[in-house]
């Protein structure tokens, strides 16, 4: 059998929905980071993209949002560093052992701008929302995940109840195209002429990878 992510390998129990919130810790065995969350989680997803922390072993990194207003780190707060300044989502990592304790979206315009990104696996509370799907599947393959057992890592995401998605779970996609299209309207004016088509011009080479709808989608999730 595949491994995934130890927190799904052998199936997960579902969320309570009474649950309140928790705090997760880092890795570190003195001085640990501690986070405080207040609320459950949502959108709870197995993730291949190669910016989330993965533990040891694993391809997929287990996350999950909560509102921003919710997240208080309560100590070792020091210890903490963005992995990437320039990403869309700033992934605070502790800098004893690495572990990505939370990531937050700064820019007001981003669709998902208010919540955090958080992994769950860090909590010894139960009751956090279950995972949902599996987003960002291909990517895995950027990680080093051979194509020729993508197959058997899809198939085994469906036994676990995981659909997969090369990118976002439908609700999540229905989202973004929501907030795209408000943004758009918000910024034409009242009875604004039809523009004239713009002249053809000539397309640009394709990259390798990261292009087009996919590259920036991830690009909005800090992807690769």
Not at 10 to 21: I, K, T, V
Not at 134 to 139: D, E, K, L, P
Not at 166 to 193: C, E, F, G, W, Y
Request: aromatic share 6%.
């Amino acid at each position: 059998m595949i491994a995934l992510h130890p927190a799904i390998d052998h199936g997960f129990s579902a969320g309570d929905p009474n649950f309140n919130g928790g705090t997760l810790q880092c890795k570190c065995a003195s001085n640990p980071v501690v986070v405080k969350i207040d609320s459950q989680t949502a959108h709870n997803h197995a993730c291949g993209c190669s910016k989330c922390w993965k533990p040891d072993g694993a391809i997929f990194s287990v996350v999950a949002v909560v509102p921003r207003d919710k997240l208080q780190v309560v100590s070792g707060a020091d210890k903490l560093k963005i992995v990437d300044p320039s990403a869309a989502i700033q992934r605070h990592a502790c800098t004893g052992c690495g572990v990505h304790m939370f990531g937050r979206i700064e820019n007001k315009e981003h669709p998902f701008y208010g919540l955090d990104f958080v992994h769950t696996e860090l909590s010894s509370d139960s009751g956090w929302s279950a995972p949902e799907f599996a987003a960002f599947v291909s990517s895995v393959i950027e990680t080093g995940v051979s194509p020729d057992i993508m197959p058997e890592v899809r198939s085994r995401l469906r036994e676990l109840g995981l659909t997969p998605y090369d990118v976002l779970s439908p609700p999540l996609m229905d989202a973004i195209a929501t907030h795209v299209a408000k943004k758009a309207r918000a910024a034409q004016p009242a009875n604004a002429p039809a523009a004239p088509p713009p002249p053809p011009r000539a397309v640009p080479p394709a990259a390798p990878k990261s292009t087009g709808f996919l590259g920036a989608l991830k690009r909005i999730f800090g992807g690769s």
